[in-house]
């Protein structure tokens, strides 16, 4: 991990009382519908060949590896509320049965639903650095915290931890390990990424922030927190902002105590403002980080 310094801000957000600053962004339509995976061919074809020899297995090109991933919609049932998310497979997906995936859980912000991310461009960035090979495929689940303003809010962070990673872990061929396991997320859901990230870091290899919405108040209990992680236990950490966002000075406060306690993060000033039109710009910027850590070692069968 390294700190990339730049002009940039940072907020703090309370652990164990956690209060989320709302995130009022710009619309963000440019990008295309998420594409679908069409039915892929048949993975081989049997070649009969003169007698006596007998027919032998002649594999053809998998039709997928030219087709983008699919992104498919899905509940765990138990919770109060239901837990509903959306869930990004990679490209021949259902065709190679025999391999697993790193996951990497995208939290939305305040305001919005479990579609925000895949509106913003993350499915077909991600088609392009799968098929570019860029990057190894990975899964990508976009949990939904609709409930935020009503007295099922404060329960996302169970229904996350508790329900939905081990129910995708269940479901879906995961690597179900920390190594393999990413959080991030934009304003309030990057104030999420904080509390979650920080109070069960033997769940996550990395966690990205992107202009979380944090409170500066709050830095002595975050402070305390990351004091209590083992310095090798400590996940990789992103954090980014721009330089217009409405939230900078408390962002600043952030990224100081994380440098004051030696946590060794990157961290990214761009241009641009609190709005989905900056996020949605600097999505290759964040897939390409959270990537990192899975293409640096090969991914566990």
């Known amino acids: ?19 989320f600053i709302s995130s009022a962004c710009s619309a963000f339509n440019e990008i295309p519908p998420t594409a679908t995976l069409t039915s892929p061919p048949p993975t081989a074809t049997l070649t009969p060949t003169p007698s006596p020899i007998p027919p032998t297995a002649t594999p053809t090109a998998l039709g997928c590896l030219t087709q983008p991933g699919r992104v498919e919609a899905g509940v765990v049932s138990v919770t109060n509320p239901p837990q509903e998310y959306l869930i990004y497979l990679p490209p021949c997906y259902s065709e190679r049965t025999d391999q697993r995936y790193p996951v990497l859980y995208l939290l939305h912000g305040q305001t919005y ?69 990413a959080l991030g997320g934009l304003s309030r859901g990057g104030g999420w990424v904080i509390q979650l990230g920080f109070e069960r870091p033997e769940l996550f290899g990395s966690l990205g922030l992107h202009s979380p919405a944090i409170f500066k108040e709050s830095a002595p209990v975050i402070e305390k927190v990351i004091n209590e992680i083992p310095e090798e236990a400590r996940p990789r950490l992103w954090l980014d902002a721009g330089d217009n966002d409405r939230e900078l000075e408390s962002i600043m406060v952030f990224e100081e105590m994380l440098t004051h306690n030696d946590y060794l993060h990157e961290f990214h000033s761009f241009a641009g403002d609190h709005s989905e039109l900056y996020w949605g710009i600097h999505v290759p910027d964040y897939l390409r980080w959270y990537a990192e850590a899975w293409n640096e070692k090969p991914a566990e069968e």
């Open 1 to 19: 991990m390294r700190r990339m310094k730049t002009r940039q801000a940072i907020f703090i957000v309370p652990l164990f009382s956690l209060l």
């Open 113 to 181: 639903t479990d579609d925000q991310w895949v509106r913003l461009g993350v499915p077909q960035f991600a088609d392009q650095m799968f098929f570019s090979g860029e990057s190894i495929p990975f899964i990508i689940v976009f949990p939904d915290d609709r409930f935020w303003n009503l007295d099922a809010g404060p329960g996302f962070g169970d229904r996350l931890i508790g329900a939905l990673i081990p129910y995708v872990d269940a479901t879906y061929r995961t690597l179900p390990d920390r190594a393999h396991r």
